[in-house]
């Protein structure tokens, strides 16, 4: 749906972003790899900034979204909680009930933005 890539909804907690785009595409990436450091090569940024933006939503909620085990003889990896799923799916129904709210006005915008 066009109208819906106009929107970028972050959701902000004490002057952070605690859930927005970047994050939720980090989310998914770890969630299909198992690993912060597959997502963050997927993404084409450095471990060190996917494994500070981990770190900044599992400080934000009250729960883990999420979990990572240190390398060994099979190596590390990360898990996407439950609740970090939960997280992932009510973001997306977000959007998608903001753009059906909002898409009248979505569509007068997107019809007269200038064509690239």
Same mark, same amino acid.
């Given at each position: 749906?066009? &109208?819906?890539?106009?929107?970028?909804?972050?959701?902000?907690? &004490?002057?952070?972003?605690?859930?927005?785009?970047?994050?939720?595409?980090?989310?998914?990436?770890?969630?299909?790899?198992? /690993?912060? /450091?597959?997502?963050?090569?997927?993404?084409?940024? /450095?471990?060190?900034?996917?494994?500070?933006?981990?770190?900044?939503?599992?400080?934000?909620?009250? &729960?883990?979204?999420?979990? /990572?085990?240190?390398?060994?003889?099979?190596?590390?990896?990360?898990?996407?909680?439950?609740?970090? &799923?939960?997280?992932?799916?009510?973001?997306?129904?977000?959007?998608?009930?903001?753009?059906?709210?909002?898409?009248?006005?979505?569509?007068?915008?997107?019809?007269?933005?200038?064509?690239?």
């Amino acid at each position: 749906m066009m &109208q819906a890539e106009l929107l970028k909804i972050r959701i902000n907690h &004490q002057g952070n972003t605690a859930l927005g785009p970047g994050k939720i595409e980090l989310l998914q990436h770890i969630a299909q790899h198992g /690993s912060i /450091s597959a997502a963050a090569k997927q993404m084409r940024m /450095s471990y060190r900034r996917a494994w500070e933006l981990v770190d900044m939503m599992n400080r934000s909620f009250d &729960q883990p979204v999420v979990v /990572s085990t240190t390398g060994g003889a099979h190596g590390g990896g990360a898990q996407v909680t439950a609740f970090g &799923q939960a997280l992932m799916l009510a973001y997306a129904q977000i959007l998608q009930k903001t753009a059906q709210a909002a898409a009248d006005e979505l569509h007068l915008i997107n019809q007269h933005l200038k064509k690239i």
